[in-house]
Every structure is written in C-alpha cells, then in structure tokens.
C-alpha cells in the first residue's frame, strides 16, 4: 500500500467539500490533500442515483491514480448511493463517507430522539441517515427534509442573502413542528447557511436546535484508518482540482 506521506484525496460535487478539507487540515496539520469539485455536474441532488455512482467511480479511480493513502466521499449523495462500489473499485485503500461517522455520533449523543437532517432530494430518497441513525438508536425519530435551494445559493455565493434566509425558513419550518432539537447538515455545502440557518432557526424554535456539521465527526474516523507515523512535511498544503470553470472555483 501507499507510504504515509502521500496525499488524502477528498472529492465533493462542488465547494462544499472544502468544509470537510478545513476539518481535517484541522487534525492532520502536515498533509498532502487533492481536492476534486465536480462542478461540471452540480448539483448532485436531482440526478439519478446511477449516475452519481458513476461520477464517484470515477473521481475516486483519479485520486487512486495519484497516489491518495485514503479517500474521503466528502459528498451525502454519494456515499449514500456508491460507497461499496468505490470500495471495491480502490481495494484496499481506505474509502470513507460523511453519512456513517456521522449517522453513528449523532445516535449515540442526542440530547433528543427527535432529529432532522437537511439534505438534498437524492440523499432524502436513499433514507441513508435514518437507517443508520435508527440501526444504532432505534428510538430515535428521524425527519429529513429535501433542501434542493440551499446547493445552487452556495454555488453562487448567496450565502447571505435574503434568498437564502428565506430558503432557510422554508426547510427549518417543518422541524421545528416537529420538534427537532439536534439537525443534522446533511450535504456538505450547508455549513455556508449556518448563519442563516441560525437566524431562521431563532424565529421558529422555541429553544435553537444544535446543528450538526458532519465534517467534524469524519475526521475522527480517518484517524482509526492511518498509521501515526511520518507525515508529508511541517505544513499542509492543498492541491485542487474542479471538472467546470477555474477562475469559478478560485
């Protein structure tokens, strides 16, 4: 297998990922990360379920291709629909998604059975987060909600607009009568909104609800992956690479 100084690969259908990339610069301070936004086919949410296992294959094959000790599915839909499959096509590097790690903690920490998930349509069809969350807590009631929105408002930097809080309103409304107190951010372009969210959050809930960023938790899980032994250098560095327009992506 790989040497412990080659690069962790980490892909996502556009920016978003790069919430996951800052966990884990993070907690892995001398390495080598390749980024991969697939903003050629963004947003992810609305596609068939067959075609994002065949844009992860690929990206995934990539980051094998240079020399990744790792890979992270940065991305709810596709590990939810294509992580056996990239397990398989990269055997044996290590494959991890964002939904198991985060599915897990959130089971066992809690402070109410009562959660949602914000994600996009393809990841609500799946029911990945609910299964999972209910196979490790199965008092647990889950509600997720399709946000499909909040992807295209990241994509162009309305992060803070009054579309985007009224998005927000929008998706948050049906958890708080449900009475949600934990929310999961089930995509990884939604930690853009917490301000939002937030904002919209106090207006709706009676007590603010604690949202939960999946790329703290993933972090955690690549660490039980690779060896503590030497790192890349005595500084990390990003190498990044996006499928639609670079001065879009800078």
């Given at each position: 297998m790989t040497n412990s100084s080659a690069p962790i690969g980490v892909f996502d259908s556009g920016v978003g990922g790069l919430t996951v990339v800052s966990a884990l610069l993070d907690?892995?301070?001398?390495?080598?990360?390749?980024?991969?936004?697939?903003?050629?086919?963004?947003?992810?949410?609305?596609?068939p379920l067959d075609e994002i296992q065949t844009f992860a294959s690929g990206i995934s094959l990539f980051l094998a291709d240079q020399g990744c000790k790792a890979i992270i599915m940065a991305c709810n839909i596709s590990s939810a629909t294509a992580l056996p499959l990239v397990k398989d096509n990269v055997s044996p590097l290590p494959v991890l998604g964002v939904i198991q790690a985060t599915a897990k903690q959130v089971a066992s920490t809690s402070r109410s059975p009562r959660i949602g998930v914000l994600a996009t349509a393809g990841t609500v069809q799946t029911q990945a987060y609910s299964n999972l969350i209910k196979?490790?807590?199965?008092?647990?009631?889950?509600?997720?909600?399709?946000?499909?929105?909040?992807?295209?408002?990241?994509?162009?930097?309305?992060?803070?607009?009054?579309?985007?809080?009224?998005?927000?309103?929008?998706?948050?409304?049906p958890m708080a009568n449900a009475g949600c107190e934990t929310i999961i951010l089930g995509?990884?372009?939604?930690?853009?909104?917490?301000?939002?969210?937030?904002?919209?959050?106090?207006?709706?809930?009676?007590?603010?609800?604690?949202?939960?960023?999946?790329?703290?938790h993933i972090g955690n899980a690549l660490r039980d992956h690779l060896a503590a032994t030497e790192k890349c250098g005595d500084r990390n560095h990003i190498k990044a690479y996006t499928t639609g327009d670079v001065e879009t992506f800078r």
């Open positions: 907690q892995f301070p001398n390495e080598l990360i390749i980024y991969v936004a697939d903003q050629f086919h963004v947003p992810y949410g609305g596609r196979s490790e807590n199965d008092k647990a009631s889950v509600l997720e909600v399709a946000c499909p929105k909040f992807v295209p408002l990241v994509e162009s930097v309305q992060t803070e607009s009054v579309e985007s809080l009224l998005a927000c309103t929008e998706y948050l409304q995509c990884t372009h939604y930690p853009f909104l917490l301000p939002m969210l937030r904002k919209a959050a106090s207006e709706l809930f009676d007590i603010p609800p604690t949202f939960v960023d999946p790329a703290a």
